[in-house]
């Protein structure tokens, strides 16, 4: 059972991806990525599709990044097309809620059918957690988040609390929670991205990182980071003494 489950959940995993794929290079014409005009047309044609009708066009992105998570699919791309698609506001909070269903989704499918492999893969690795996340689940799993997992990929970030078989609740919040952070700086990005293509006449490499909306979220993803590694050294590092 499970092992039919896995080769449908990796199939159905290729099948997105690839049919996302083939939806960008249809509509994408390859021999114009070097010119900076395409990309204004592109953006302007997106910002006229999307805006025609947002309501319907968020569902579809929700249910695709649910879709993408739940698969394994990594979560920065998803971001980045959050803060291009809506805005700063709207894509972190369609990113975020998504991104967590999903990532509740994925939990519960590998607790339920995937536990023991799981165990078996990472409980050795992450051991030295195991006592810690058990302290007081939903907190260090929060601080988890919000440090960005500690360097782990994010399909399995997702797939570690099996090791200690964390509720579902605590799950989800402690995800939608620490999520935010992190998840608005780079739909920020995402968003200033747009920007840049709207307002520039053509491109330039010093000009778009002088741009407030490009510097100012690489800042603040700086600070989250340096923040991420003395929270890290705090909580986690600690667990070795």
């Known amino acids: 059972m499970s092992k039919n489950l896995k080769m449908f959940l990796g199939l159905a995993y290729l099948l997105l991806l690839f049919s996302f794929l083939y939806f960008i290079f249809s509509v994408i014409e390859i021999r114009r990525l070097n010119d900076f005009t395409y990309y204004k047309e592109l953006q302007s044609d997106l910002n006229i599709y999307i805006s025609s009708n947002v309501f319907t066009n968020l569902i579809y992105f929700f249910i ?13 791309p998803i971001l980045i097309i959050s803060g291009i698609l809506f805005g700063q506001m709207i894509g972190t909070v369609v990113s975020v809620i998504s991104i967590s269903i999903g990532a509740l989704i994925l939990y519960s499918i590998g607790n339920f059918f995937f536990r ?24 260090y ?25 964390m509720k579902k609740l605590n799950y989800f919040f402690a995800s939608l929670f620490g999520f935010i952070p992190g998840f608005f700086i780079i739909n920020t990005i995402g968003a200033g991205l747009n920007t840049y293509v709207t307002e520039a006449d053509y491109f330039s490499m010093i000009d778009f990182i002088l741009t407030p ?29």
């Open 141 to 165: 799993f929060f601080v988890y988040r919000f440090i960005g997992g500690l360097g782990v990929p994010f399909g399995l970030q997702n797939l570690i609390p099996i090791l200690f078989g």
């Open 64 to 76: 695709f990044a649910i879709i993408w998570v739940t698969l394994l699919g990594f979560g920065s």
């Open 116 to 139: 023991d492999l799981v165990k078996s893969i990472l409980e050795k690795k992450f051991e030295k957690y195991i006592q810690l996340f058990q302290k007081n689940e939903f907190f």
């Open 213 to 241: 909306e490009i510097y100012l979220p690489i800042l603040m993803f700086s600070f989250l980071m340096l923040f991420s590694l003395i929270i890290k050294k705090k909580f986690f590092d600690d667990t070795n003494k």
